[in-house]
């Protein structure tokens, strides 16, 4: 027992004594200033990194047990103390527990006049024996760019990069049912007046840039369609592509003025920019970035009340780019 | 048993002279210093977390149905990259973590590099022989900003799915190649060829975190070798003295303790600041789009300049010339860059100052430059703001079409009214601390005289 006693004591002093002064003698020029002697900052950063052992043990235990490491926050608490006390531990020892004391040095030369006499000297004797260099330089820089090309062509893979006449195409066409998300046909009598509905092309794929369109109804007086689309609005029902001529984005917000007289138009909106659009007046721009009316969908009623699409769009759907022209979609 | 180690080490590789010098490479002590320190350690935090992501990620369009831990979503269409996703979040311990780390450290990353950058440029530290150091770290924040895009881009939620869109909106609005680059990039017009999530995945997780990392290690070469910029002092000016702390073992505790400082706060906000709740959003569909859910802070200055430009896209002969989102989404961003990287030569050009600096200059000691980087700093600060303009509205009720005409007149005026406000302030304070330096010289040789 006494044994045990004197054995725990000892290895107590092992661990926590301080070692004693040093005895070697102190060598007359230090590269490095001696530090300030702080024993109680020796201690807090022992104290910190237990902490710091502690946290980190608790992470692992955290993430061990099934119902805690449920918890996000359990987890990077754990963590982000363990880190946090292993840094107040570096930083007491930076400013407590080594030399601090500031040095001053020249600044490198900037510049190596020798060197670099040098170094134009080599290269240029070098070549110094060489006649046609005119002709060298000229053929290796042939090569160097017909390799730098033959090196680049696998990127044509990439596209179609030619093919652009592809962003103009769209998947209606004239007679093409308008259906829902689930492939259930629009009746004309589901559209109601004050919202607005997404519409696609029956038995096309939903996630082209040419699927999708808004459907809303107006009152038919308001309708200000040009001239040529007069047809284009059986009972008041509008249809316009869902992408903005923007930039790309779904134009997902109806503004429906709940007090006519005071607020303006109803208006077609996309949540990215805020482009906003006339569905009376052709799809016509009237605040945001847009640079183009939206494209409008012709649209007809059949015999069983359905509707169709009367035709492809008035213009190109989604974002304007060079060369995209005014005229009809494909 | 150190001296041992030493010399075995230096016996194999001859490194000790060159790890001795490193060991008393010499910092000069301020704290502004610590700013590209902190960019660094966001970006150490961001590899470790993101090569652990990159093991549970999917980049992959297949389509797959959701039957995970997340009821909301039971039963829904996705892709594998979207489904992946809210596993990691979910189903994978610590996964949740580990994501929302990594995307804090992208904001800070960014943070870190700006604030940096703007302790760079207001204390003229890009002058001569520091310029390429500069330049690199500039083309570096615009790197990232395309990093951090394409992070949150491939995740293929609603958010992200958005945000593409107005990327393709904005290749396609280059003048000249915008439809052939489209094409090019996407394989099919939007939503793209399936390979073009692979694109971006290769492109996010290895081709530029490898430029960034190179980058980043040309940029700190050249720092050392150069040596670090200082503040003079008072009024000696120790433009061939450098002053400072050593690497070893003055500056080695502070700086870890930085890095674990800053792994700590993004570890803290990772577990206790919830962020991109990619779940809350769902899977993008082309026909969809949100309201209210909010890219990273970094594109703010981008969705601003998008949404201010007037509607107007250059038309000749019923053919589109110039669309709309090319001011906003792709010049707007290339004169920031250009005048930045301009900079340093501009300066030089029009001081005719072509000497070496090695001691900063505070604001006020070039009124001019500090002056023209206030004004460009409220030009880009304003287009910024601007982007906030819906959330002001959602939030005070602000009207939103009277903001956007504050914001487009504040921000072709506000930066001059800046400009000649910066510049005379800087100038008044050089003329006070003159007048005072007088005063004292006076008093001194007053003081002479009597004794």
Partial sequence: MRRLWRFVVALIALVFGRRREDERPEREERIVEPAPRDPRAELAVVGLLLAATACGAAFVVFYAIDSLARHNWLLGLSLGLCLAFIAAALVTTGKRLVANEEIEEDYPEVEHPDEQEALVETIVESGDRLTRRGLLAGAATAAAGALGLAALTPVLSFGPWFRTRELDKTPWRRGRRLVDKEGRPFRATDVEAGTFYTAFPEGEKQDKIGSPVVVVRLDPAALKLPRRRARWAPQGIVAYSKICTHAGCAIALYRKPTFPVVEPRPALVCPCHYSTFDPSDGGKVIFGPAGRALPQLPLTIDAAGELRAGGNFSGPVGPSWWGVRSGRAS | ?451
Wanted: with cysteine.
């Fill in chain 2, 1 to 451: 048993m150190l001296r041992g180690l030493v010399r075995v080490l230096d016996q194999r590789s001859g490194a000790a002279p060159f790890i001795q010098k490193t060991l008393r490479y010499l910092f000069p002590d301020h704290w502004s210093f610590l700013l590209g320190e902190v960019a660094l350690y966001a970006f150490i935090v961001l590899v470790a977390t993101g090569v652990y992501l990159t093991f549970f990620f999917e980049p992959s369009l297949a389509r797959t149905t959701y039957h995970g831990a997340y009821e909301p979503l039971q039963g829904v269409p996705m892709s594998e990259a979207y489904r992946s996703v809210v596993d990691i979040s979910f189903k994978y311990k610590a996964g949740l973590l580990i994501r929302q780390t990594h995307h804090w450290a992208a904001d800070v990353f960014v943070a870190a590099i700006i604030v940096h950058l703007l302790r760079i440029f207001f204390t003229g530290a890009f002058r001569k022989p520091r310029e390429l150091t500069y330049l690199i770290g500039l083309l570096m924040l615009f790197i990232t900003l395309l990093e951090g895009y394409l992070g949150y881009s491939m995740v293929d939620d609603l958010l992200s799915g958005m945000g593409l869109a107005i990327g393709y909106g904005v290749a396609l609005s280059i003048p000249g190649i915008g439809g052939n680059l489209a094409m090019g990039i996407w394989g099919a017009p939007y939503p793209g060829d399936p390979a073009f999530e692979s694109r971006m995945y290769v492109t996010h997780v290895f081709i530029l975190p490898v430029v960034i990392g190179t980058m980043i290690a040309v940029h700190l070469t050249l720092v050392a070798s150069r040596h670090h910029t200082q503040f003079g002092r008072g009024r000696r000016r120790p433009e061939r003295r450098l002053i400072g702390v050593p690497t070893f073992p003055g500056q080695t505790p502070r700086s870890l303790g930085l890095l674990f400082s800053v792994a700590a706060l993004l570890f803290l906000l990772g577990g206790l600041v919830q962020i991109n709740p990619i779940w809350q959003w769902g899977p993008y569909e082309t026909a969809l789009g949100t309201n209210g859910a909010q890219p990273d802070w970094y594109l703010g200055w981008l969705i601003g300049a998008l949404r201010l430009v007037p509607h107007f896209d250059v038309v000749i002969g019923g053919r589109t010339i110039v669309p709309n989102p090319f001011w906003g989404g792709a010049l707007f961003p290339l004169i920031v860059l250009i005048v930045l990287a301009l900079t340093p030569w501009a300066e030089r050009r029009l001081t005719g100052d072509r000497r070496y600096h090695n001691v900063l200059d505070r604001p006020r000691d070039a009124p001019g430059r500090t002056a023209f980087g206030a004004g460009f700093l409220t030009w880009v600060f304003l287009v910024f703001v601007s982007g906030s303009a819906d959330r002001a509205y959602v939030f005070f009720n602000l009207d939103y079409v009277g903001q956007i005409w504050f914001y487009r007149i504040a921000s072709l005026v506000a930066p001059f009214v800046v400009f000649f406000i910066t510049r005379r302030v800087c100038r008044e304070l050089q003329r006070a601390e003159q007048v005072e330096e007088r005063q004292e010289a006076a008093e001194a040789e007053a003081r002479a005289v009597e004794a």
